[in-house]
């Protein structure tokens, strides 16, 4: 059975920073892309970055290039989603979801959450101007 736990969201001001990380569980990732989203109140759920486990290789939502990272650790089985020069616009729940497996090349739609099959709990970011 996956399991996805969030932690690392909190209060912070305007240019601050946060890590977040998402311990995974319940099989192996090697082959999977495993993403970040997030959801502000009364807005739909948006995607934040993505990353395939073996390979290492990133995709960033373009509100995020430049200010946010992802990575992952496979000895911990945790993928972790730094977050620098945060504005107040970056406020949301912020999920960990484990997506498509891939082979040569990114899976299309890696960017819709319907692509996703695990997601979990989610956790608050909240960013004061």
């Known amino acids: 059975q996956v399991q996805l736990v969030e932690s690392g969201g909190g209060l912070v001001q305007a240019g601050g920073s946060l890590s977040l990380s998402c311990a995974a569980s319940?099989?192996?990732?090697?082959?999977?892309?495993m993403g970040w989203f997030r959801q502000a109140p009364g807005k739909e759920r948006e995607f934040v970055a993505a990353?395939?486990?073996?390979?290492?290789?990133?995709y960033y939502g373009d509100s995020m290039k430049g200010r946010f990272t992802i990575s992952r650790d496979s000895a911990k089985n945790t993928v972790y989603l730094q977050m620098n020069n945060l504005k107040p616009e970056d406020t949301a729940v912020y999920y960990c979801?484990?997506?498509?497996?891939?082979?040569?090349?990114?899976?299309?739609?890696?960017?819709?959450?319907?692509?996703?099959?695990?997601w979990g709990q989610g956790t608050q970011v909240t960013v004061s101007s």
């Open positions: 990353i395939r486990w073996s390979r290492k290789d990133t």
């Open positions: 979801a484990v997506g498509p497996s891939y082979g040569s090349g990114w899976p299309s739609g890696i960017n819709r959450p319907n692509e996703y099959d695990y």
């Open positions: 319940g099989r192996t990732f090697s082959s999977y892309v």
